[in-house]
């Protein structure tokens, strides 16, 4: 066991992200589904919590690297989807969580502000920015669950604005001056993500919907994770590295949110026949590509730790 801990790599609290979301998103074929996929995104939890106690050396030493830094913060928003899962036996507990994962990703974002926005270059941005600014956007899909929705709509504002402001300065980073290392180049997946966690957000904390926002995340959403499966394969074919992560969550946001707009829209009485083809399909992809990266990382720490005997 402990030498699992220490072989762990902090990216993969993506995945136990992944994992908690994609709980929720099958959900509606049965509480099965979710139990099982929270129950093996808290495993991944209980582990990254023993490698911070045990190795906090190691722990820090890795966040000296800028994606792995901006990755780390997918730990506090999996902690706020992870009390969902318990609030059903203890709300306190489920409430005491999530203002945990909420205050320590607020922490993260003034610690990640300090470290390199403050010291900005334009070298060390990467997709996984929206990860730090955006992601705390969970706290307004989960809001309703606490009823703290007035919380969850200044996280939203905060959320959509960091996203307008950070998507040029990425988009100038990627496409114009390139030069992305090849373990960082699964992080462009992350692009799919903010619009429709922004969308997700608005859905869950907002009772009353402005349409211009709706559709507006709605096209952004769609289009931005359209781009990103026509890059998917290539990304696909580079070796595995622990950010293969920044394959799953995306996808699976990106289900959840269409799913919401589609319950919305069937709810106003303006039900669009379509989406439920693109609900299926997305969810489709989003459970394959999570359980696969799931493979991955359990093959690659097999290795991981046998080479270490």
Same mark, same amino acid.
């Given at each position: 066991?402990?030498r699992?801990?220490?072989?762990l790599?902090?990216?993969?609290?993506?995945?136990?992200?992944?994992l908690?979301?994609?709980?929720?998103l099958?959900?509606?074929?049965?509480?099965?589904?979710?139990n099982?996929?929270g129950?093996?995104?808290?495993?991944?939890?209980?582990?990254m919590?023993?490698?911070?106690?045990?190795?906090?050396?190691?722990?820090?030493?890795?966040?000296?690297?800028?994606?792995?830094?901006?990755?780390f913060?997918?730990?506090?928003?999996g902690?706020?989807?992870?009390?969902t899962?318990?609030?059903?036996?203890?709300?306190?507990?489920?409430? @005491?969580?999530? !203002?945990?994962?909420?205050? /320590?990703?607020i %922490?993260? *974002? $003034? +610690?990640?502000?300090?470290?390199?926005?403050?010291?900005?270059?334009i070298?060390?941005?990467?997709?996984?920015w929206f990860?730090?600014?955006?992601?705390i956007?969970?706290?307004?899909?989960?809001?309703?669950?606490?009823?703290?929705?007035?919380?969850?709509?200044?996280?939203f504002?905060?959320?959509?604005?960091?996203?307008?402001?950070?998507?040029?300065?990425?988009?100038k980073?990627?496409?114009? @001056?390139?030069? !992305?290392?090849?373990p960082? /180049?699964p992080? %462009?997946? *992350? $692009? +799919?993500?903010?619009?429709?966690?922004?969308l997700a957000?608005y859905m869950?904390?907002?009772?009353?919907?402005?349409?211009?926002?709706?559709?507006?995340?709605?096209?952004?959403?769609q289009?931005?994770?359209?781009c990103?499966?026509?890059?998917l394969?290539?990304?696909?074919?580079?070796r595995f590295?622990?950010s293969?992560s920044?394959?799953?969550?995306?996808?699976?946001?990106?289900?959840?949110? @269409?799913?919401?707009t589609?319950?919305?829209?069937?709810?106003?009485?303006?039900?669009?026949?379509?989406?439920?083809?693109?609900?299926?399909?997305e969810e489709?992809?989003?459970?394959?590509?999570?359980?696969?990266?799931?493979f991955?990382?359990v093959?690659?720490?097999?290795?991981?730790?046998?080479?270490?005997?």
């Amino acid at each position: 066991m402990k030498r699992i801990v220490k072989q762990l790599p902090v990216p993969i609290v993506g995945l136990m992200l992944a994992l908690a979301a994609t709980g929720n998103l099958v959900l509606s074929y049965g509480n099965i589904y979710r139990n099982i996929f929270g129950i093996l995104s808290a495993i991944i939890l209980i582990l990254m919590l023993l490698k911070i106690i045990i190795y906090p050396k190691e722990v820090r030493e890795s966040l000296d690297n800028p994606v792995v830094y901006s990755v780390f913060p997918t730990f506090s928003m999996g902690i706020m989807l992870l009390s969902t899962y318990i609030k059903d036996f203890s709300y306190s507990l489920a409430f @005491i969580m999530w !203002i945990i994962g909420l205050i /320590l990703h607020i %922490i993260l *974002i $003034f +610690s990640f502000t300090r470290k390199y926005i403050f010291n900005f270059n334009i070298k060390k941005v990467f997709p996984s920015w929206f990860i730090v600014y955006v992601g705390i956007v969970v706290a307004s899909v989960t809001s309703p669950v606490f009823n703290m929705m007035k919380i969850g709509q200044v996280i939203f504002w905060f959320g959509f604005i960091s996203y307008l402001i950070l998507l040029p300065i990425i988009l100038k980073r990627v496409l114009k @001056i390139g030069e !992305i290392p090849k373990p960082a /180049l699964p992080t %462009i997946v *992350i $692009f +799919s993500a903010p619009a429709s966690l922004c969308l997700a957000g608005y859905m869950n904390s907002f009772q009353n919907k402005n349409m211009i926002i709706v559709w507006f995340l709605v096209a952004l959403s769609q289009l931005t994770l359209l781009c990103i499966l026509f890059q998917l394969p290539k990304l696909l074919k580079l070796r595995f590295y622990p950010s293969y992560s920044a394959f799953t969550f995306p996808l699976v946001i990106s289900a959840i949110s @269409i799913k919401l707009t589609n319950g919305f829209l069937a709810n106003i009485g303006k039900p669009i026949p379509i989406l439920k083809y693109i609900i299926k399909f997305e969810e489709l992809i989003s459970v394959i590509m999570v359980l696969y990266v799931l493979f991955k990382y359990v093959k690659f720490m097999s290795n991981k730790t046998e080479t270490v005997k």
